[in-house]
């Protein structure tokens, strides 16, 4: 992917999903020909979220976001699915780091019912 601003941006949203529950695992799945390098899934209890990198934006999809509360309106993609929820950051995007940790949190929080 070469040294791109979408580096930076996934760096920055796995460290605050590690800051959120440092317990979380990450794994990498779904690898096929047009993405190599698959998506990287972050898990406790159950899928808690996927990140994905695209040429104009990276997505954080929470598999169970529309259960989730999200007074800061974080969730922008995905809004009409049944279950999930996504956040598409671009590059000049700011991210609230305090209310995606919650966002994290109450996720983890849901899978342990």
């Known amino acids: 992917m070469g040294n ?10 796995r460290s605050l999903i590690m800051r959120a529950e ?4 990450e794994e990498v799945k ?7 390098d698959g998506v990287p899934t972050f898990s406790l209890d159950g899928l808690v979220c996927t990140l ?9 999809t929470f598999a169970k976001g529309a259960s989730l509360p ?4 974080l969730f922008n993609a995905c809004l ?10 671009n590059e000049t995007d ?17 899978n342990r019912g």
Do not use: M
């Open 94 to 110: 700011a991210l609230d780091a305090d209310a995606f940790v919650a966002l994290v949190q109450s996720a983890v929080a849901l």
């Open 52 to 60: 994905e990198t695209y040429k104009d934006k990276i997505k954080v």
């Open 4 to 13: 791109d601003w979408r580096e930076s941006r996934v760096g920055e949203v």
């Open 30 to 36: 779904w690898r096929k020909p047009s993405n190599p």
């Open 70 to 73: 999200d007074p800061a309106k």
């Open 80 to 89: 009409g699915a049944g279950v999930r929820r996504a956040i598409d950051i």
């Open 22 to 25: 440092p317990d979380v695992v």
